[in-house]
């Protein structure tokens, strides 16, 4: 039977936001357009103190010269992003405070604000959506789309349909992004990055050989700093020199599954799908507090905190009809440093009191003499309730009970030298 879709050739996109924290400020501060400014550390304060001193004046309006800059910042902490002007004196993302500030003291210092970030990273997505229905959410700032069946996703390889959402998305939100246009995910990704910023790449199946070859192993999506290093052990830097060893010398050092899909990887193979609606992976809830609480101090106030965050994760869990069997907190440290720890049981739960509990044990894993700002619980490993895979559900699990440092009720003080 004719079917003249089924011919046409896949083309995948990875669209992926310029700077994105720091480009959501700059809307804020336009006057900071074109400077060297990272985001990062617990600078509220310092916003805060900036916005007080110049009440009245619109934000866009306040002077560059009034701006806290990156060579008068004490405290410890790490660089979240940085714009491309502070990029190019080689500071970025993950790199401590005071070592971007030798590199560029004159850079200008802003703290996260999440709340607008999630808005943006909402609004850009809904752009998109509208142009090109096939969208996989891949996180904040970064998205797969399918463009194989969109109008324009074809004509020239791909950048028709990628300069329309590019120039639809800053036209909603004042936002660049760049993106990459290939035959599937895997090259798409590396090929968003080609170009950054306000870039689009488009790469075809024939092209792995002269763009693709000659970056470095790391580049693959699903290549970590462990892979790499046992790569570099075996004298394999580039992609180019991974596709060169045979597949079965590669699962030989590298196990079968992954071995192989190395191979696959380094020859430009991928055949995943861009995935709309995923079944969710984890259902969690979260807070931040009006003022930074401290775990002794405000252990009552935090308690209950905790406490009605695991009841309503497991009244969303119950809502939606799923049940999840590991368990996890999330910390946000005064400093905006974050904690995650979590453990995995041997049922899986939609039950408050067992998430309460496992909550609970994870707590005792972190550190607890900082002041917090935020608090969350996470259940992951989801499974639909009353499927195979969520059997025995209602099962409590025996958890220590010794109790944590926010447990409620009587206050068990102990001392370090007792023993409860
Ligand atoms: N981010 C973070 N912690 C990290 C890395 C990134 O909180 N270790 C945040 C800040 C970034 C955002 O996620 O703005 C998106 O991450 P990217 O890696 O895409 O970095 P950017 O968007 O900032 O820069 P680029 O233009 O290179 O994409
Ligand atoms: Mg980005």
Not at 50 to 74: C, M, N, S, T
Not at 271 to 281: F, Y
Not at 341 to 370: W, Y
């Amino acid at each position: 039977m004719h079917n003249r879709r089924v011919s046409l050739p896949r083309r995948i996109a990875h669209l992926d936001m310029d700077a994105f924290f720091a480009s959501v400020e700059l809307l804020r501060y336009p006057q900071l357009q074109g400077l060297p400014v990272v985001i990062g550390g617990g600078r509220r304060e310092a916003d805060r103190l900036l916005r007080e001193r110049h009440a009245g004046v619109p934000l866009a309006q306040i002077p560059v010269a009034a701006f806290p800059l990156l060579k008068d910042y004490v405290g410890r902490g790490v660089i979240t992003t940085a714009t491309y002007p502070a990029r190019q004196f080689g500071v970025g993302s993950a790199m401590g405070m005071m070592k971007a500030a030798k590199l560029c003291p004159q850079a200008i210092v802003l703290p996260v604000d999440f709340d607008e970030v999630r808005r943006f990273s909402r609004a850009f997505k809904a752009v998109i959506r509208e142009i090109a229905p096939v969208m996989e959410d891949r996180g904040i700032d970064e998205v797969y789309i399918d463009f194989t069946e969109v109008p324009g996703g074809q004509r020239e390889g791909g950048r028709v349909l990628a300069r329309l959402i590019q120039k639809s998305i800053f036209e909603a939100t004042g936002l660049t992004c760049s993106i990459g246009v290939a035959p599937n995910k895997l090259i798409a990704k590396m090929a968003s990055e080609f170009d950054k910023p306000n870039g689009i790449s488009i790469v075809h199946e024939q092209d792995v050989q002269a763009r693709i070859w000659p970056l470095p192993v790391r580049k693959i999506n699903g290549i970590g700093p462990k892979s790499e290093e046992k790569l570099h052990r075996l004298h394999i830097r580039t992609i180019g020199e991974l596709a060169a060893r045979p597949r079965e010398w590669l699962v030989d050092h590298f196990g079968a599954s992954y071995g192989a899909w190395m191979h696959d990887a380094a020859w430009g193979r991928d055949e995943r799908p861009v995935v709309t609606e995923s079944e969710p992976v984890s259902m969690s809830r979260e807070t931040t507090f009006e003022r930074d609480l401290h775990a002794v101090r405000d252990r009552t106030e935090l308690g209950a905190i905790f406490t009605d965050l695991c009841r309503r994760v497991a009244e969303d869990l119950r809502r939606k009809g799923y049940v999840g069997r590991t368990i996890g907190i999330k910390l946000r440290y005064d400093d905006f440093r974050t904690a995650t720890r979590d453990l995995t049981l041997d049922h899986a739960t939609d039950d408050a009191a067992t998430i309460r509990r496992a909550a609970g044990q994870c707590l005792k894993r972190v550190d607890l003499g900082r002041r917090l700002r935020l608090l969350g619980v996470r259940v992951g490993k989801l499974a639909k309730a009353g499927s195979e895979a969520a059997a025995e559900v209602r099962t409590p699990v025996a958890a220590e009970h010794t109790p944590d440092l926010f447990h409620e009720g009587p206050a068990v003080e102990r001392p370090a030298t007792s023993k409860g």
